[in-house]
């Protein structure tokens, strides 16, 4: 269910074999990728079905970022087709036009005109050509971006095989099947709502589609579907309660472990159930789990990966000890897109090395610490400081630029940017020039300006940087 439309599996599927007609005719093929960049919409998993058929690969993109990061992701990606939306954010996707393969395939979703997706749809014959499927389960089919650790984002190629492994570790902990009703209301640019979209299609549910978080919408959404399921923020929340503080809407469908004040007594609260641990977007989603009834320190491994936490050695760290998280099983990425020296590292010795830090606790579980480098929480976006002390750098009166995240009570943290000026230069100025250039998200919102930034060696001092300007709550878990 999506806006106006309701698709049955029988219609999805002649959908998607008449849209894999379409991309073949414009030469999409094996490895080539298919890159969308539009809200959530129930066109991105038919475009999903149709590039397994054709054993390409969809990427979708941040609908947030501006034009300069989707240059980059046009040019890095190098796509074979873009399936565009006009709606709110055509102007960036203009802006750009010029980026990426001069011969690509550009495709209005919302439009209206002949070469419109729905009007390609229609004119493809019945059945389309024939496609198999892919007879190697290892072909990359999707490709997400993560967050910018190293200065660039780097596109995580996922097959049909971790894609398969995750949904059903989701399924099997998360019951969801034929009966769920899901909400896709968090971004399905990323890897934690998409995951269960993915594990609700395969289980033979009904994904109800949110184009964007808009309170009042996802309450009415609820109320018409029944939906039982949805990847919702505590923000979030907060705005749904006070939205349905009139009681219009009927929510107690919704299962929900809990949240802010007021929300239990709009929804069903559930009886504890597995939740999520550790994951990230190269290993499919999430790869530890707390499980009811099974106390442990930190959280277990699922059933389709194999969780360690090494030494820089290779070796397996002892009890009570901290070291990188790594990762074998069906559900470890392929590789990223061209990068090839990046994935000899990361692949290394077997394992998928996490670049995050771990324990291995007494009892056998494994708490995540902290990323190798340092990451800004702010709800669900992970922002890495590399990535917007770069862009700060660039701005002619700045001379040196540290970023850090700062304690919010909203959003958890916020982006704070300590700044070394060559010559007179405002907040505000820095702002305007940070918005042209990264996702609002990303963008600081506090500014400070001083002579020098603390160093140790040369290399900047993080955590004397902290402890000066405010920096604190980063992610990851504290044990005793």
């Known amino acids: 269910m999506c806006g106006g439309s309701r698709i049955s599996w029988q219609q999805m599927d002649t959908r998607a074999q008449a849209l894999a007609g379409e991309l073949s005719k414009a030469g999409v093929g094996t490895g080539d990728r298919v890159l969308w960049w539009g809200q959530n919409c129930h066109r991105l998993l038919e475009i999903l079905f149709a590039a397994s058929k054709l054993e390409a690969v969809v990427c979708p ?15 890095d990606c190098a796509a074979r087709a873009v399936i565009w939306q006009a709606e709110e954010i055509g102007d960036v996707i203009r802006a750009v036009r010029g980026h990426g393969k001069d011969d690509a395939l550009w495709i209005q979703h919302d439009g209206t005109g002949p070469n419109s997706y729905e009007a390609r749809l229609s004119a493809a014959p019945p059945h389309g050509a024939h496609l198999d499927r892919p007879a190697d389960a290892n072909t990359a089919v ?9 200065g660039r984002p780097n596109g995580a190629l996922l097959s049909d095989r971790a894609l398969l492994a995750q949904s059903t570790t989701v399924r099997l902990l998360e019951g969801l099947g034929e009966r769920t009703v899901y909400l896709n209301s968090g971004p399905m640019f990323h890897i934690g709502g998409l995951r269960r979209t993915v594990a609700v299609a395969h289980g033979g549910g009904l994904n109800v589609f949110c184009r964007r978080v808009d309170a009042g919408e996802l309450c009415r959404l609820i109320d018409a579907e029944q939906c039982t399921h949805a990847f919702l923020q505590t923000p ?26 007021g929300w239990n007594d709009m929804v069903t609260v559930a009886d504890p159930q597995v939740s999520s641990g550790y994951g990230q977007t190269e290993v499919a989603g999430v790869v530890t789990f707390n499980y009811p009834g099974l106390s442990s320190i930190g959280a277990l491994p699922g059933p389709l990966a194999r969780v360690e936490v090494h030494t820089p050695s290779g070796a397996s760290v002892a009890a009570g000890e901290i070291g990188e998280i790594v990762v074998r099983g069906p559900v470890v990425m392929n590789g990223y897109h061209n990068r090839p020296e990046l994935n000899a590292v990361r692949a290394r010795g077997g394992w998928h090395h996490t670049n995050d830090l771990g324990r291995l606790e007494n009892d056998g579980s494994i708490s995540f610490i902290a990323p190798l480098q340092r990451i800004i929480k702010s709800a669900a976006e992970n922002i890495y400081p590399a990535e917007v002390e770069s862009i700060l750098l660039a701005h002619p009166a700045v001379t040196e630029a540290a970023v850090l995240g700062v304690p919010d009570a909203h959003w958890g943290q916020r982006v704070k940017a300590v700044i070394v000026a060559e010559r007179d230069v405002t907040a505000d100025d ?37 402890t000066d300007h405010g920096g604190a709550g980063y992610p990851g878990t504290a044990t005793t």
Not at 142 to 150: E, G, H, P
Request: hydrophobic residues 45%; charged residues 25%; contains cysteine.
């Open 142 to 150: 999707l490709m997400m971006y993560t967050a910018a650790f190293d």
């Open 430 to 466: 820095l702002l305007a020039f940070c918005r042209t250039r990264l996702a609002g998200y990303k963008c600081p919102r506090l500014f400070e300006f001083v002579d020098s930034l603390p160093r140790n060696g040369g290399l900047l001092d993080r955590d004397l940087l902290d």
């Open 236 to 261: 979030t929340m907060a705005q749904m309660v006070r939205a349905n503080s009139d009681g219009l809407f009927n929510l107690k469908s919704l299962r929900s472990a809990g949240g802010p004040e």
């Open 61 to 75: 993109a941040n609908w947030r970022q501006t034009a300069q990061e989707l240059a980059f992701v046009l040019d």
